[in-house]
T-cell receptor
Framework: GAVVSQHPSRVICKSGTSVKIECRSL??????MFWYRQFPKKSLMLMAT?????????EQGVEKDKFLINHASLTLSTLTVTSAHPEDSSFYIC??????????FGPGTRLTVL | QKEVEQDPGPLSVPEGAIVSLNCTYS??????FMWYRQYSRKGPELLMY????GNKEDGRFTAQVDKSSKYISLFIRDSQPSDSATYLC??????????FGTGTKLQVIP
């Protein structure tokens, strides 16, 4: 399957700062990438679908001005959490779409906002 | 009613046991079914991918889909301590958006 990396794996920041998370498709040109958020003991919650060269499509209830997504190349998508607050603390995971419906996930980024 | 229901567990079994993990769903449009394994603090890893009803086997893993009952299963034979993880079922109608179960935490005891 496709190999996906994320950076950083863990980040701790102060409330009010912005944090950028990178998602890279290492061996596959990813036209479409997905960003998820996962709370403890909860399912993956799709935040947005990122398409290379166009604006991301956000799920209902996800603030696009708070969670900025950029997919400027076929191998890189970034998620920027702007003016982060403690309630934004979570595990953020990206995935790439390969084949018809197979998604391959990155290792995740644990964000802690103090 | 949630679109996908999955017992969160935890499920504890002795090493060597056969494990059965299950999900039920309500959306009859779902055609593609996946099982992911997620270790603690890691991203999910695709284990099995099936289309429509039937069985698929890969080593110690067998995925089963019964669309008439809206029920899918993952069987793990000869379970190993390294199989201890959370198993997520996932499904889609084929329009990219995938719906995930909440995951079942499995512990295989040596």
């Amino acid at each position: 399957g496709a190999v996906v990396s994320q950076h950083p794996s863990r980040v701790i920041c102060k409330s009010g700062t912005s944090v950028k998370i990178e998602c890279r498709s290492l061996d596959f040109q990813a036209t479409t990438m997905f960003w998820y958020r996962q709370f403890p003991k909860k399912s993956l919650m799709l935040m947005a679908t990122s398409n290379e060269g166009s604006k991301a499509t956000y799920e209902q209830g996800v603030e696009k001005d708070k969670f900025l997504i950029n997919h400027a190349s076929l191998t890189l998508s970034t998620l920027t959490v702007t003016s982060a607050h403690p309630e934004d603390s979570s595990f953020y995971i990206c995935s790439t779409l390969a084949g018809v419906n197979e998604q391959f996930f990155g290792p995740g980024t644990r964000l802690t906002v103090l | 009613q949630k679109e996908v229901e999955q017992d969160p567990g935890p499920l504890s079994v002795p090493e060597g046991a056969i494990v059965s993990l299950n999900c039920t769903y309500s959306n009859s449009a779902f055609q593609y079914f996946m099982w992911y394994r997620q270790y603690s603090r890691k991203g999910p890893e695709l284990l099995m991918y099936t289309y429509s009803s039937g069985n698929k086997e890969d080593g110690r893993f067998t995925a089963q889909v019964d669309k008439s009952s809206k029920y899918i299963s993952l069987f793990i034979r000869d379970s190993q301590p390294s199989d201890s993880a959370t198993y997520l079922c996932a499904m889609t109608g084929g329009y990219q958006k995938v719906t995930f179960g909440t995951g079942t935490k499995l512990q295989v005891i040596p």
